[in-house]
């Protein structure tokens, strides 16, 4: 079993409400699931948000936390709700309302990694799901909850970067022809997850680093922003997809030569949006004006 649900990175002072989390870049894939799967040690890593835990370790320095997952993907999904159990995986399931990422093999539990290919010769014991549920998924999203309502004690409202990476070849349907390649898509769940001026700074934090941007095509974000977007109650949750090919050799699954140069400016990036959260500094009424 993983040795841990999650790791917290945090700041020496709370100075932002933003909660930067990484629920997809987990690479603690023990001896004793490895031996279960019919994968190798290469391929059980395809489905991974590969390294995007280190392009974000800078985080606690602008005064925010980092939620990084414990458990690879490919052993629990913290991006998909605890209900979405696969039938065609788990014995004692059963079938119900038709869910599109259940039936492709993408529920909390993965079937798959990428490219469709099965994780598992038969079937897992509904007890092996429970167990994963309550040692892993259920701490991940409690400890969530508990850094939101400690922004949102302290600051008045909390911000959720939910930060992943997609294949480069993730964006070819949207991309028209002579236009610029998407760097980032941003997820909002179409406005329904986030205040859109929050998103506003958020994609403007990126343009002004050179990147190109779009929102919620192909993806407008999953569970974590379904579930934690409360704009109204000013809890805004924001996913983000960093094309791995900025930064990432996708077919050996380790950093390319432009990784540490692409970490260097997603740095000021992280430094932009974490101010979205930081109070404005309002100087006295009293202050004596500079003499002119």
């Known amino acids: 079993m993983p040795k841990a649900a999650y790791h917290v990175m945090h700041p020496d002072a709370r ?37 995007v835990d280190q392009l974000f370790e800078c985080v606690p320095l602008f005064g925010a936390p980092f939620l ?37 093999g993408l529920g909390v539990v993965p079937r798959v990694v990428a490219n469709g290919r099965a994780i598992y010769r038969g079937k897992l014991p509904l007890a092996e799901a429970h167990r ?5 998924w259920q701490p991940y999203h409690e400890q969530m909850q508990t850094l939101l309502d400690q922004a949102q004690q302290q600051f008045g409202q909390s911000i959720l970067v939910d930060c992943h990476s997609m294949p480069h070849e993730a964006v070819d349907g949207i991309t028209r022809f002579g236009a610029r390649r998407p760097d980032i898509v941003l997820g909002d769940r179409f406005g329904a997850s986030a205040d859109g001026g929050v998103v506003d700074r958020v994609e403007a934090a990126f343009t002004a680093a050179g990147l190109s ?3 919620n095509a192909p993806f407008a974000g ?11 109650r000013g809890q805004h949750a924001i ?17 390319n030569s432009d990784f ?3 970490r260097k400016l997603l740095r000021g990036v992280i ?14 009424t009293d202050r004596p004006l500079a003499a002119e």
């Open 15 to 51: 100075t932002s409400c933003v909660v930067f989390a990484s629920p997809h870049s987990g690479r603690d894939y023990p001896w004793s699931f490895l031996r279960s799967t019919q994968l190798d040690e290469h391929s059980i890593r395809t489905s991974e948000d590969a390294y």
């Open 68 to 104: 990084k997952a414990g458990a690879p993907r490919a052993f629990i999904d913290y991006n998909r709700s605890a209900e979405e159990l696969d039938p065609a995986l788990i014995e004692g399931v059963r079938r119900s309302v038709h869910n599109p990422r259940v039936a492709s």
């Open 132 to 136: 994963r549920l309550t040692r892993y």
């Open 213 to 215: 941007v779009v929102r």
């Open 222 to 232: 999953a569970f974590i922003t379904q579930h934690y977007g409360r704009p109204n």
């Open 239 to 255: 996913q983000i997809e960093i094309d791995r090919a900025i930064y990432l050799d996708e077919k050996a699954i380790r950093p």
């Open 260 to 262: 540490h140069e692409f």
């Open 271 to 284: 430094a932009d949006i974490a101010l979205i959260g930081q109070p404005a500094i309002e100087l006295p």
